[in-house]
């Protein structure tokens, strides 16, 4: 008793030493992590993990990073456990089948609540086995065949999305774009998955604030995401779910209602009306042929991860095109031209479908180019080091556990790889060269294929790359072919914000009908 009473006197007449000697001590470890050590960097990024978060809650964590790989090269440190790779050779490791790089807790933190539990989903599970298991019984539905399936959803989105635009035109009106776009994008993904939009294009607001809360969801995912135990302490803490009882997101709210509806929908035409073969439909098939894997839980987390990782990025990309597209007048002519052109031949229809749209190389390159300049991602792609850990070509060993990743963002801007204009917006580094032989051609365009991680690399590569893509390659042309469009200021920039997905604000366009 007396030893116990004299160790709480020393402790609390020297608390603030002790503080001191302790910090210093995790510290010094942070700083001499083995491996990454050897990695240049932040001279805080080497002492604590405080320095990345702090940098990406100040918005803008790409440019960092490009500043500092130009400054250090391939490799740098941006916490005492993370190294910023810029090399695409170790892309093929990184993210490559069988390599046994998981995602790391930063995709944790974005598993959201569903009365008040995680819900784990494609994009974000950590579990390598489940994540192969539940890929499995849906993959097809993602697939290049599905997509023309696809097709009449879109096309109907795509007259409501004019029919309001028109309202605009008429009224010459000015218009913020990008806001119509992300209404466009999240009323397709709920069409598709639910044969239902969210009603956003037909009201023109953001219904139940579901985008203010995924905005509000990326934000914290992306700044918690650099230091992801203090999500047990701000949200997925079990003190907190007690008390406030479980709290479910605005879009698992949707998908949930959505569920009901077509279960009730199912039970009452059971032998009339067969149900449109949205991703719903066809989630709900796979827990017939894989019951085992497929539950109700696993149906309602597909369609969640259909709405989380579908609508943003593909709003985001779209606003790029149409931005880097409109802010040069020399792109915007020989664009138009290669689509009227199509339009007079009778080549393209309206809205154009996805093989027209796959016949016009111009738009192809303008489309590339805007997604390598602004990938909807902007953070690293983290993967942990598996055992036997990671030589570093040219640069150091890293051991098992280290965290690694490429940001798109800045393997996009590698000079080496895209040319010394890297930075700027060009779309005919997509295209054959005058006086380029073909073999030299498909070379260089291989190599900056092989860089492009706009929808990531390996077995966790974006399953839904093929209905963005739909989704864009129809848009955009038809969009061109149906308005004459122009910034409001050609001369303003635009709006950014990265929190994982790289936002876009303050687009704002004045369109005219074309005759
Ligand atoms: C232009 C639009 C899109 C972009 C730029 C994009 C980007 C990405 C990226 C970079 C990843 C990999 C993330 C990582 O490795 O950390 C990813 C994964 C994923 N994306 Fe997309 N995405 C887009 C559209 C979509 C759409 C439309 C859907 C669904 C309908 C979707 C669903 C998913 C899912 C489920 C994953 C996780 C895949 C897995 O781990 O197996 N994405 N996306």
Same mark, same amino acid.
Request: net charge neutral; aromatic share 10%.
């Given at each position: 008793?007396?030893?116990?009473?004299? *160790?709480?006197?020393?402790?609390?007449?020297?608390?603030?030493?002790?503080?001191?000697?302790?910090?210093?001590?995790?510290?010094?470890?942070n700083?001499?992590?083995?491996?990454?050590?050897?990695?240049?960097?932040?001279?805080?990024?080497?002492?604590?993990?405080?320095?990345?978060?702090?940098?990406?809650?100040?918005?803008r964590?790409?440019?960092?990073?490009?500043?500092?790989?130009q400054?250090?090269?391939?490799? *740098?440190? /941006?916490?005492p456990?993370?190294? @910023?790779?810029?090399?695409?050779?170790?892309?093929?490791?990184?993210y490559?089948?069988?390599?046994?790089?998981?995602?790391?807790?930063?995709?944790?933190?974005?598993?959201?609540?569903?009365?008040?539990?995680? &819900?784990?989903?494609?994009? &974000?599970?950590?579990?390598?086995?489940?994540?192969?298991?539940?890929?499995?019984?849906?993959?097809?539905?993602?697939?290049?065949?599905?997509?023309?399936?696809?097709?009449?959803?879109?096309?109907?989105?795509?007259?409501? /999305?004019?029919?309001?635009l028109?309202?605009?035109?008429?009224g010459?009106?000015?218009?913020?774009?990008?806001?119509?776009? %992300?209404?466009?994008?999240?009323?397709?993904?709920?069409?598709?998955?639910?044969?239902?939009?969210?009603?956003?294009?037909?009201?023109?607001?953001?219904?139940?604030?579901?985008?203010?809360?995924?905005?509000?969801?990326?934000?914290y995912?992306?700044?918690?995401? %650099?230091?992801?135990?203090?999500?047990?302490?701000?949200?997925?803490?079990?003190?907190?779910?007690?008390?406030?009882?479980?709290?479910?997101?605005?879009?698992?709210?949707?998908?949930?209602?959505?569920?009901?509806?077509?279960?009730?929908?199912?039970?009452?035409?059971?032998? &009339?009306?067969?149900?449109?073969?949205?991703?719903?439909?066809?989630?709900?098939?796979?827990? @017939?042929?894989?019951?085992?894997?497929?539950?109700?839980?696993?149906?309602?987390?597909?369609?969640?991860?259909?709405?989380?990782?579908?609508?943003?990025?593909?709003?985001?990309?779209?606003?790029a095109?149409?931005?880097?597209?409109?802010?040069?007048?020399? *792109?915007?002519?020989?664009?138009?031209?290669?689509l009227?052109?199509?339009?007079?031949?009778?080549?393209?229809?309206?809205?154009?479908?996805?093989?027209?749209?796959?016949?016009?190389?111009? /738009?192809?390159?303008?489309?590339?180019?805007?997604?390598?300049?602004?990938?909807?991602?902007?953070?690293?792609?983290?993967?942990?080091?598996?055992?036997?850990?990671? %030589?570093?070509?040219?640069?150091?060993?890293?051991?098992?556990?280290?965290?690694?990743?490429?940001?798109?963002?800045?393997?996009?801007?590698q000079?080496?790889?895209?040319?010394?204009?890297?930075?700027?917006?060009?779309?005919?580094?997509?295209?054959?060269?005058?006086?380029?032989?073909?073999?030299?051609?498909?070379?260089?365009? %291989?190599?900056?294929?092989?860089?492009?991680?706009?929808?990531?690399?390996?077995?966790r590569?974006?399953?839904?790359?093929?209905?963005?893509?739909?989704?864009?390659?129809?848009?955009?042309?038809?969009?061109?072919?149906?308005?004459?469009?122009?910034?409001?200021?050609?001369?303003?920039?635009?709006?950014?914000v990265?929190?994982?997905?790289?936002?876009?604000?303050?687009?704002?366009?004045?369109?005219?009908?074309?005759?």
């Open positions: 008793m007396a030893v116990f009473a004299s *160790v709480v006197d020393f402790v609390s007449q020297n608390f603030l030493a002790l503080v001191g000697i302790g910090l210093i001590y995790h510290f010094t470890r700083y001499l992590t083995p491996g990454v050590s050897s990695v240049p960097g932040p001279f805080l990024a080497k002492l604590s993990n405080v320095w990345r978060l702090v940098d990406v809650a100040r918005g964590p790409e440019v960092t990073l490009h500043k500092l790989h400054t250090h090269g391939d490799y *740098v440190r /941006l916490g456990n993370v190294v @910023s790779v810029r090399n695409p050779e170790v892309a093929k490791t990184i490559g089948i069988n390599k046994g790089y998981q995602k790391t807790s930063f995709y944790r933190v974005q598993q959201q609540l569903a009365k008040g539990k995680p &819900t784990q989903t494609l994009f &974000t599970t950590l579990d390598e086995d489940f994540h192969a298991a539940i890929k499995r019984p849906v993959s097809s539905a993602f697939s290049m065949s599905t997509l023309t399936e696809f097709e009449p959803f879109v096309d109907n989105i795509i007259h409501l /999305l004019f029919s309001r028109d309202e605009f035109a008429a010459q009106k000015i218009c913020d774009i990008g806001i119509w776009l %992300q209404y466009y994008a999240f009323d397709v993904i709920g069409e598709l998955t639910f044969s239902k939009t969210l009603g956003f294009l037909e009201q023109g607001k953001d219904i139940d604030g579901i985008i203010a809360s995924l905005e509000k969801t990326l934000d995912a992306g700044t918690i995401g %650099q230091m992801p135990w203090l999500d047990y302490v701000f949200v997925k803490n079990p003190l907190k779910q007690l008390l406030q009882g479980g709290s479910t997101t605005a879009v698992a709210r949707f998908a949930r209602a959505r569920m009901n509806e077509r279960v009730s929908t199912t039970n009452e035409k059971k032998s &009339t009306a067969a149900a449109p073969r949205d991703f719903l439909t066809r989630f709900t098939e796979a827990k @017939s042929a894989y019951p085992d894997v497929v539950t109700d839980a696993q149906v309602f987390s597909y369609t969640i991860s259909n709405m989380n990782a579908g609508s943003d990025t593909t709003a985001i990309s779209l606003r095109i149409l931005y880097y597209t409109l802010k040069s007048p020399r *792109v915007m002519r020989k664009l138009q031209q290669e009227q052109g199509a339009l007079s031949a009778g080549s393209v229809t309206l809205p154009v479908s996805w093989k027209q749209s796959q016949e016009l190389p111009y /738009l192809d390159a303008v489309i590339k180019e805007a997604l390598r300049l602004h990938p909807a991602v902007g953070l690293l792609l983290e993967r942990i080091v598996p055992n036997g850990g990671l %030589q570093l070509p040219r640069g150091p060993f890293l051991p098992a556990g280290t965290i690694v990743g490429i940001n798109p963002w800045i393997i996009h801007r000079q080496a790889i895209f040319g010394t204009d890297a930075e700027s917006f060009v779309p005919e580094r997509w295209l054959r060269g005058d006086g380029e032989e073909e073999d030299e051609f498909q070379a260089r365009r %291989q190599n900056m294929v092989r860089a492009t991680l706009t929808f990531g690399a390996g077995p590569t974006c399953i839904g790359k093929n209905i963005s893509l739909l989704e864009i390659y129809k848009l955009i042309p038809s969009l061109f072919l149906t308005y004459d469009i122009e910034l409001e200021n050609p001369d303003a920039e635009w709006e950014i990265n929190a994982w997905f790289v936002r876009q604000k303050n687009i704002d366009i004045r369109l005219r009908r074309r005759s």
